[in-house]
C-alpha cells in the first residue's frame, strides 16, 4: 500500500533542478508532498487534488496523473534551505500511507 | 503555541518495561494519529483516531495501544518493550481525515530500547 518514490537520493547544486516521482499501486485520490528536515518533523508542502487543484508552495509545483497513480514534484532553482528528505503520501478518510521517500541534498 | 506538541523528546528505556508518549494538540482538529519512523526513514501508520472511531493498522504488535482521554488528546503506551520497538514515533492530526487538508506533526519522540 506504501506508494514508492524515485529516485532514493539526489544530490544537487544550488540553482539546479530536480523532478522526484511518487507511484502509487491504488487509486489516488489526492497525492501530499512533505519535505522532513533532519531531526524534525515532516512539514506539509502541498496537496494535490482530484481534477487538477493544488494547494500549496509557492516555488514548488508538482503534478498529479490520476489515470496513471503518479504524481511528480518539480524543485526548481533549488536552495540549500531545500535539502531533506521528500515523503508523497496518499489516503482516503483515517488511513494515509506515505511514500518511500527520496533524499535530496543540496550543495554550495 | 505549538500546533502538536509530543512529550517526552527522548526516551531511553530497558526492555521488558512499559513506556507512554503523550500527545496534544491545539488546532481543534478531529483526527489524530501516530506513526512510526524506522531507521530507514520509512513512516508508517500506526493508529488514527477521531471521535467515533479507531482504526488500527494490522501490523501493529498489540502491545501498543492508543489512549485517548479527549479530542486534543491522544497518548501511545506501549508494553513489553522489545529492541525493535527502537524508532521515532510522530504524533499527527488533521481536519477531519486526510482527504484534502493537510497534516501537522509533532516534533517526534526518540525511543531508544536497551
Known amino acids: 500500500q506504501q506508494p514508492v518514490q524515485s529516485p532514493q537520493a539526489v544530490i544537487l547544486r544550488e540553482g539546479e533542478d530536480a523532478v522526484i516521482n511518487c507511484s502509487s499501486s491504488?487509486?489516488?485520490?489526492?497525492v501530499h508532498w512533505y519535505r522532513q528536515k533532519h531531526g524534525e518533523a515532516p512539514v506539509f508542502l502541498m496537496i494535490l487534488l482530484k481534477g487538477g487543484e493544488q494547494k500549496g508552495h509557492e516555488k514548488i509545483s508538482a503534478s498529479f496523473n490520476e489515470k496513471k497513480q503518479q504524481s511528480s514534484l518539480y524543485l526548481t532553482a533549488s536552495q540549500l534551505s531545500y535539502s531533506g528528505t521528500y515523503f508523497c503520501g496518499t489516503g482516503l478518510g483515517n488511513q494515509f500511507y506515505f511514500g518511500t521517500g527520496t533524499s535530496l541534498t543540496v550543495i554550495p | 503555541d505549538t500546533a502538536v506538541s509530543q512529550t517526552p523528546k527522548y526516551l531511553v528505556t530497558q526492555m521488558g518495561n512499559d513506556k507512554s508518549i503523550k500527545c496534544e494538540q491545539n488546532?481543534?482538529?478531529?483526527?489524530m494519529y501516530w506513526y512510526k519512523q524506522d531507521s530507514k526513514k520509512f513512516l508508517k501508520i500506526m493508529f488514527s483516531?477521531?471521535?467515533?472511531?479507531?482504526?488500527i493498522n494490522e501490523t501493529v504488535p498489540n502491545r501498543f495501544s492508543p489512549k485517548s482521554p479527549d479530542k486534543a488528546h491522544l497518548n501511545l503506551h506501549i508494553n513489553s518493550l522489545e529492541l525493535g520497538d527502537s524508532a521515532v514515533y510522530f504524533c499527527?492530526?488533521?481536519?477531519?481525515?486526510?482527504?484534502?487538508?493537510?497534516?501537522?506533526f509533532g516534533q517526534g519522540t526518540r525511543l531508544t530500547v536497551v
Open positions: 491504488k487509486a489516488l485520490y489526492s
Open positions: 483516531y477521531n471521535n467515533k472511531e479507531l482504526i
Open positions: 488546532l481543534g482538529h478531529d483526527t
Open positions: 499527527a492530526s488533521s481536519s477531519l481525515g486526510w482527504g484534502n487538508t493537510e497534516a501537522f
